[in-house]
């Protein structure tokens, strides 16, 4: 199940460039919650439900305050704010964001423990990856910061948030699972958004910078998977 979920997940990603309007929109939330599924039907069955529940308590409800508290206080993301698109919304941030940052803390997370630093290369991977997500979600109109591009204050707070979720996250018990679910996905995530902001969505600084950012997990995930 989990490899389907993944697979469908990837299928979701490639139809993305493809689409536009309200169903590009559609689109972004059903990626992910397919996304979010893969990711916790893995971790269900390699951890047990009783870690995918704390996994879920600990990501969700944590990252839902500190946008809360970004889109009132500027901190620590910066003076931003959403414009709608992405489904219902609680305390001014809608709730597929939460649901975003869990899809892929989990990837993250397992590639960390994979490489054997799950709290540091945990934090690079899952803000690394927002060096693709919101130079798109900006283009795409979901959210927008004061002046207009995104500023270098928004990736400190992801690596600050990601930094104080894996803090929490590496300390849950582990035992080593099957990882091909989540590596996949996150790899997928590394090259496919480079050369979706390279070949279709003509942001070529985009996709060196997060390419170079991600790089610095996906890199030494390749040599691991290669040795």
Same mark, same amino acid.
């Given at each position: 199940m989990p490899?389907?979920?993944? +697979?469908?997940?990837?299928?979701?990603?490639?139809?993305?460039?493809?689409? =536009? &309007? @309200?169903?590009?929109?559609?689109?972004?939330?059903?990626?992910?919650l397919v996304f979010l599924a893969a990711s916790v039907v893995h971790a269900v069955?390699?951890?047990?439900?009783?870690?995918?529940?704390?996994?879920?308590?600990?990501?969700?409800?944590?990252?839902?305050a500190v946008e809360a508290?970004?889109?009132?206080?500027?901190?620590p993301f910066g003076d931003y704010g959403y414009d709608g698109g992405l489904g219902p919304s609680a305390f001014q941030v809608p709730l597929v964001v939460p649901l975003a940052w869990a899809m892929f803390a989990?990837? +993250?997370l397992v590639v960390g423990q994979l490489l054997g630093r799950p709290?540091? =290369? &945990? @934090?690079?991977g899952l803000a690394a990856w927002d060096l693709f997500l919101d130079p798109q979600m900006v283009a795409a109109h979901h959210w927008h910061f004061a002046g207009g591009s995104v500023p270098v204050s928004n990736y400190l707070g992801w690596l600050l948030t990601a930094g104080a979720l894996m803090a929490v996250l590496s300390r849950l018990s582990w035992r080593p699972p099957l990882t091909a679910v989540p590596v996949a996905l996150f790899l997928w995530t590394w090259l496919g958004s480079t050369l979706a902001n390279a070949a279709f969505f003509g942001r070529p600084g985009t996709a060196a910078a997060g390419f170079v950012g991600m790089g610095l997990v996906g890199v030494p995930l390749?040599?691991?998977?290669?040795a």
């Open positions: 490899a389907l979920l993944a +697979a469908l997940t990837i299928a979701l990603e490639i139809a993305y460039p493809l689409t =536009a &309007g @309200t169903a590009r929109d559609r689109l972004t939330v059903v990626t992910v069955q390699a951890q047990g439900p009783y870690w995918a529940a704390r996994f879920l308590v600990v990501v969700v409800p944590v990252s839902l508290l970004g889109v009132r206080t500027g901190f989990y990837p +993250a709290w540091l =290369a &945990g @934090t690079v390749v040599r691991r998977l290669c």
